[in-house]
């Protein structure tokens, strides 16, 4: 490999000069994207087909506008000369295709194109046609400016010469680079295990078992941005969601989607996508996990059901002029039961069996006086005797008036759970105190997820194309169905980590948790080895893994360059402060995590110190003092982990949340601590 030399500085000119000429073609293709958009309003066309086109046309010309600023390529692809579709060919790879027209070669590739997969694939014993893999290093930070271009590393493939089997001096300088802000895309630094699950068939559902720092996350964002590229319309028509754990969460993957050149992405928690109320009422733990327990999806069931009236007593009589028609009970009961057998969504069925006691007074009309015309069978679809007994005997229902008779009256519950819940779980679940009706309720988080529950079974909510659920490992089966109800006819991408499952329901095995979600037969794949974590913090959370109730290999990294501090102390508060201060004198970001109770603490110690800290949900702060509960999925240069031991006895599964800040250290991590350390 070659990253220096005396031509180095000839390669770099004709490198930064090919940019300059992207820049100028990027530039071209924004302002050409806006005209099209000022042509398309004038446009022959009808309303509606109009209408769309300009809606099309907006869109792009938005997404063009939007593109980040930064460098237009990192990476290049020569072919060698022979047999192929690409021999003799040079690439440029970037985030998005640039080109100087439409119909012309591109002057970029798309990171996601096909033929780009042999930057990420291509070895010396697989060269894959590929004589020489380039790759260009930038200045940190760079806001795409030529002169950023300072660096880069030629692979020669065909020669027998690449990186093996740890990653290249540039891939390895990119990983590490001092994090500040919010997640970074990885279409640079893709490995081959990595791209293999981005490039995955849109109709398979995958799960990723993600080890710490091994770019499970970034996988998952990547694999959408390519289903995207992909199947641009299919997707598009359905749409993506990307489901985090928490706000802190998303905001802080929030631009990488935009940095690969996807915009209007939805990016949400489950809990926005199943608010159907305020939160405003709280259940104690043991309330919550049994509301969370997949026996409540049967209780919900037969709750909503035995509204249905199945047995007739009286006939169903229809005046129409000077005639009546009948609908016998026998007839009546058949009817109910048969659609009852069916097991449609409950609103469905409704409507089911009307159009059944309709077809059956058609038919009688038929025999009397032929077939009636159109406007009978509405007249006598919206009669009001035949109103009366759908009411009677299919009523109208709203999801929150059968929640709450459930969890109000005693004797709806017992019937409901028989068989499935004991007396003591039924008194856990009621109310202490009923509201006097559904609309005055406190609903809890929990409630949410059997309402969600109970509105799936009245009426099927729409399904999209592909959801991305990370941090699947803490969701609960009620919670995983009510994921599965918006997946029904997509796919999944399942990105966690049983060992960081810190919820009292968290998953023990995959296995259970994806035949919640529906997807019983998606491959887990597991991923071990870690490009962010270093070896040292690594290590030390592996010894953690021993006292956690699940089996998962321990991680390993490919890192040597990091640095962990064991720090005893009497003083706790004022430990981290020093901490904190040897850490703002070298780059990068700092994050003080503590268990909940300390954080006021901590951020007055701090603020005392003349150190200004920021919370949680502010991704581009240099100092940010976190609470171990949102921690989660966030990665910071420089943790100090302030009193392990009291993160441990915080929650139920508190050694799975100490893992979890143990793994948030990308360069170095301080272990400051006055008790014993849990491990």
Not at 48 to 63: F, M
Not at 272 to 301: C, F, N, Q, S, Y
Not at 439 to 458: F, I, N, T
Request: aromatic residues 4%.
């Amino acid at each position: 490999m070659t990253s220096t030399g005396p031509g180095l500085d000839q390669d770099l000119r004709r490198e930064r000069a090919h940019h300059d000429i992207c820049r100028g073609a990027l530039a071209a293709m924004v302002e050409g994207a806006q005209e099209q958009v000022v042509r398309g309003e004038d446009v022959s066309a009808s309303g509606a087909d109009a209408e769309v086109l300009g809606y099309q046309l907006r869109s792009k010309a938005k997404e063009m506008r939007e593109l980040p600023e930064g460098p237009l390529f990192f990476g290049r692809l020569d072919f060698a000369h022979g047999p192929g579709d690409h021999a003799g060919q040079r690439y440029h790879l970037g985030r998005l295709r640039i080109s100087a027209a439409p119909a012309a070669p591109p002057l970029v590739v798309d990171w996601r194109a096909p033929v780009s997969r042999a930057f990420y694939q291509a070895s010396a014993r697989d060269p894959q046609g590929v004589a020489v893999r380039r790759r260009f290093g930038w200045a940190p930070g760079s806001r795409g400016d030529s002169a950023d271009l300072t660096a880069l590393e030629d692979e020669h493939l065909g020669r027998g010469e690449d990186a093996g089997a740890g990653v290249s001096d540039l891939v390895a300088r990119e990983i590490e680079r001092p994090r500040v802000g919010p997640m970074r895309d990885i279409a640079a630094t893709i490995q081959p295990e990595q791209d293999d699950l981005v490039r995955g068939d849109l109709a398979l559902s995958v799960c990723v078992q993600g080890a710490p720092g091994t770019g499970k996350t970034a996988v998952g964002l990547h694999r959408a941005a390519y289903l995207l590229y992909t199947h641009p319309q299919r997707i598009r028509r359905s749409g993506l969601l990307i489901l985090g754990p928490n706000r802190t969460f998303l905001s802080y993957i929030a631009e990488v989607l935009p940095a690969l050149g996807e915009t209007g992405v939805r990016q949400s928690t489950l809990g926005e996508e199943i608010a159907r109320h305020p939160v405003t009422g709280t259940d104690d733990e043991r309330t919550a996990a049994l509301k969370h327990d997949p026996r409540m999806a049967e209780v919900l069931r037969r709750a909503l059901y035995a509204r249905v009236t199945v047995e007739a007593r009286d006939s169903l009589d229809i005046p129409d002029g000077t005639y009546r028609w009948r609908v016998t009970a026998a007839r009546l009961t058949a009817i109910v039961s048969g659609v009852l057998a069916e097991q449609p969504p409950y609103a469905v069925g409704r409507e089911r069996v009307r159009s059944r006691i309709v077809r059956r007074l058609q038919e009688q009309a038929e025999l009397r006086y032929g077939p009636p015309p159109s406007s009978w069978v509405r007249r006598i679809e919206r009669a009001r005797p035949v109103s009366a007994y759908l009411d009677a005997a299919w009523p109208r229902v709203r999801p929150e008036e059968v929640l709450a008779a459930l969890l109000t009256d005693p004797d709806e519950l017992a019937r409901a759970a028989e068989g499935l819940l004991d007396e003591e779980e039924r008194r856990t679940l009621r109310w202490t105190r009923p509201p006097r009706s559904w609309k005055s309720a406190r609903w809890s988080a929990a409630d949410l997820v059997l309402l969600d529950e109970l509105a799936g079974l009245v009426e099927h909510p729409g399904s999209y194309g592909h959801v991305v659920v990370d941090e699947a490992q803490d969701l609960s089966p009620m919670e995983c169905r009510a994921i599965a109800r918006r997946a029904a006819f997509g796919s999944l991408t399942v990105l966690g980590d049983l060992a960081q499952g810190t919820t009292p329901w968290a998953a023990r095995t995959w296995a259970a948790l994806l035949g919640h979600l529906g997807k019983p037969d998606a491959a887990v794949v597991p991923l071990t080895s870690g490009f962010r974590v270093p070896a040292e913090v690594v290590g030390l959370a592996n010894r953690l893994l021993g006292r956690l109730d699940v089996e998962v290999p321990p991680a390993r990294s490919l890192r040597t360059d990091g640095e962990l501090r064991l720090r005893p102390t009497d003083d706790v508060l004022a430990a981290a402060v020093d901490c904190v201060r040897h850490a703002l004198a070298r780059e990068g970001s700092v994050g003080v995590v503590a268990a909940d109770a300390d954080v006021p603490r901590l951020r007055d110690a701090l603020g005392a110190a003349g150190i200004e800290a920021a919370a949680a949900d502010e991704p581009a702060a240099r100092v940010a003092v976190v609470p171990a509960s949102v921690v989660k999925g966030l990665e910071y240069d420089h943790v100090v982990a302030v009193e392990p031991a009291a993160i441990a006895e915080a929650e139920e599964r508190g050694l799975h949340r100490l893992y979890v800040v143990l793994t948030r250290a990308v360069s170095r991590l301080d272990v400051v601590h006055a008790r014993p350390l849990p491990f």
